[in-house]
């Protein structure tokens, strides 16, 4: 894993409901919230969720695409910046994350999801 790399995990475990929407939100009590975009401070973000809380925002209002692992929320946290969950087969378990991308950026919800999968797979292929 580049240890430079802009993609960061933000939640060590798998956050439940309360959890993942606390993390949603983990930037709005910073100061100067009306003058500065949180678009640098969110984006490139991620943790895991269980498969619950993973279907449940699936359900919550379409999607704005689905891409075979992964799925982008149709409404945006700023800008071009929305979340986007995976559902990833990493060392044969299938495990769900959700992440923070700018979709003005190509292709990335697909680095995002590399960067994840080498990031939740390292440790087994050091061993």
């Given at each position: 894993?580049?240890?430079f790399?802009?993609?960061r995990k933000?939640?060590?475990g798998?956050?439940?409901?309360?959890q993942?929407?606390?993390?949603?939100?983990?930037?709005a009590?910073?100061?100067?919230?009306?003058?500065?975009d949180?678009?640098?401070?969110?984006s490139?973000?991620?943790?895991?969720?269980?498969p619950v809380?993973?279907?449940y925002?699936?359900?919550?209002?379409?999607?704005?695409?689905?891409?075979?692992d992964m799925?982008?929320?149709r409404?945006?946290l700023?800008?071009?910046?929305t979340?986007v969950?995976y559902?990833l087969?990493?060392?044969?378990?299938?495990?769900?994350f959700?992440?923070y991308c700018?979709?003005?950026?190509a292709?990335s919800?697909a680095e995002?999801?590399?960067?994840?999968?080498?990031?939740e797979?390292?440790p087994?292929?050091?061993?």
């Amino acid at each position: 894993m580049n240890p430079f790399s802009p993609n960061r995990k933000v939640y060590q475990g798998i956050a439940d409901r309360r959890q993942m929407f606390r993390l949603f939100d983990r930037h709005a009590q910073r100061p100067n919230r009306e003058h500065v975009d949180a678009g640098s401070l969110y984006s490139g973000e991620w943790f895991q969720v269980g498969p619950v809380e993973h279907d449940y925002m699936l359900e919550i209002l379409p999607p704005l695409w689905m891409r075979g692992d992964m799925f982008a929320l149709r409404e945006f946290l700023t800008d071009s910046i929305t979340s986007v969950f995976y559902t990833l087969r990493i060392d044969g378990k299938t495990r769900y994350f959700h992440a923070y991308c700018d979709l003005n950026v190509a292709r990335s919800a697909a680095e995002m999801r590399d960067a994840i999968v080498e990031r939740e797979s390292w440790p087994v292929k050091a061993m």
